[in-house]
């Protein structure tokens, strides 16, 4: 028992001498504060420099205080006394008018750690309200206004909008994938039945006042409507051309033969017997119209196998059309396959295309291709980088074969696929335009 009662006391006289020889003082900064209002809290300690402590920190319960923030110093050691001072920023928002803390540091031992506690450090809270009535209304309580203005930093979350775009791209890309031709088509349609009312409303009342009283004014004003509107519809430049140019496009004979009438009666002075001739070119411009509207949607490929010589005189029937890009006949129409290639991070898109025109404008085609490949292509992994190469290529050796005297694979390749739809319309050089324009679209 008394050997017990030893070692207790021995030990209790160790943790008396490292309290003791540990000096720790505490004290706000301030004498008097309002509830609410930050508040600063110095803690200093001296100890031996051989001595590990340690001090509070945002988990320690500084009650009735909140902690909100602490400042360190560095540590000053002098004759093996060493010297340890931070400042907590602290915050009451209980209403006691005397509040009182004290915040101790812990010597660390071998087994355990001893708190050393300075003395509590007392603080006043000036009170703003120093009478309230146990009912009041809300508009009569004594509250301060503070109508000065705050400004809050405004803060751009650029993830969420660059995560909110992305995706928003991706979603048009797909659903652009799969109705991009239904909604092309539809704008096309809607176009073009805009512009052939507004073609119709202008003809009539600019017939209606030839009608009324002739001028060669008037008559020339329904020319260059007519003209301006078939422009629009065949992407053909008639504003551009003289009668002797329009027969180029074999026109029907009844509109060569108006067209020259009225030729006479702007620049001849001869008037046309009646405005039948105007009428036959409004007959002409809606029959353009409506074939152009009523181009199948999805060409029918070919179902059964065509013989050689059918194949090349479907080949001879496209070759003597006039260019379905520029109008021109100078140069028998050929044939070329037109490759592009986009893509975006993972997702890769390729496509192949025929396309008959003549041979200048086949070669733009080709170009265009390649450009596009080449400026779209590379974005993609792994089939981006490895297709534009490619693609490219392919554009570069159709265009070659557009300058052959002969038809080439290409218009041969055509010709084969489209046979049923070609073989149906080969009397009718209106609507083996028209098919040739969406086909080239």
Excluded at 31 to 54: C, E, H, I, M, N
Excluded at 316 to 327: D, I, N, W, Y
Excluded at 328 to 351: A, C, E, H, P
Excluded at 381 to 403: A, D, F, H, M, V
Aim: net charge positive; hydrophobic share 40%.
């Amino acid at each position: 028992m008394k050997r017990f009662i030893l070692i207790m006391l021995t030990v209790g006289c160790g943790a008396n001498v490292s309290a003791q020889s540990v000096a720790v003082r505490g004290q706000f900064l301030t004498d008097s504060v309002s509830v609410g209002q930050p508040v600063k809290y110095a803690l200093t300690v001296r100890y031996p420099s051989a001595f590990l402590l340690l001090m509070p920190d945002s988990t320690f319960k500084f009650e009735p205080f909140e902690w909100s923030g602490r400042t360190y110093f560095p540590t000053h050691t002098e004759n093996g006394v060493s010297l340890d001072s931070l400042v907590y920023q602290l915050t009451s928002f209980e209403i006691d008018s005397i509040q009182t803390l004290a915040v101790p540091v812990f010597v660390v031992n071998k087994q355990d750690c001893t708190a050393v506690w300075p003395e509590n450090d007392t603080l006043f809270f000036s009170k703003r309200v120093f009478q309230l009535p146990d009912s009041l209304s809300a508009n009569a309580l004594p509250l301060r206004t503070n109508t000065d203005y705050w400004k809050v930093p405004w803060q751009l979350n650029t993830i969420l909008i660059a995560l909110a775009l992305i995706v928003t791209v991706v979603g048009l890309t797909i659903v652009w994938l799969i109705f991009g031709k239904r909604i092309r088509r539809y704008w096309r349609l809607r176009k073009l039945n805009r512009q052939h009312l507004a073609f119709v409303r202008q003809f009539n009342q600019q017939l209606d006042q030839l009608q009324a009283g002739y001028t060669v004014g008037g008559a020339e004003g329904l020319l260059v409507s007519w003209k301006q509107y078939m422009e629009q519809l065949s992407e053909i430049p008639y504003t551009k051309f003289t009668t002797q140019e329009v027969k180029k496009i074999n026109l029907n004979t009844t509109v060569l033969a108006n067209l020259t009438k009225i030729d006479l009666a702007i620049y001849g002075g001869i008037r046309p017997d009646s405005i039948q001739v105007f009428q036959d070119l409004k007959a002409e411009a809606e029959k353009t119209y409506h074939a152009k509207i009523s181009a199948p949607k999805k060409i029918q490929k070919t179902t059964r196998e065509y013989s050689t010589d059918e194949v090349m005189k479907f080949v001879h029937a496209l070759q003597t059309l006039p260019c379905p890009v520029c109008g021109q006949k100078d140069n028998q129409l050929n044939g070329t396959k037109l490759y592009r290639v986009w893509s975006i991070i993972l997702f890769t898109s390729t496509s192949k295309k025929l396309a008959v025109a003549c041979p200048a404008c086949l070669r733009k085609k080709n170009r265009r291709a390649a450009l596009f490949s080449g400026l779209l292509g590379w974005w993609g992994i792994p089939w981006g980088l490895l297709r534009t190469p490619q693609y490219i290529y392919l554009n570069l050796n159709s265009k070659r074969q557009t300058q052959l005297s002969q038809p080439n694979q290409h218009l041969i390749q055509f010709a084969q696929i489209y046979a049923p739809y070609i073989e149906k319309k080969m009397n009718d050089e209106i609507q083996l335009m028209e098919f040739l324009k969406s086909v080239n679209s």
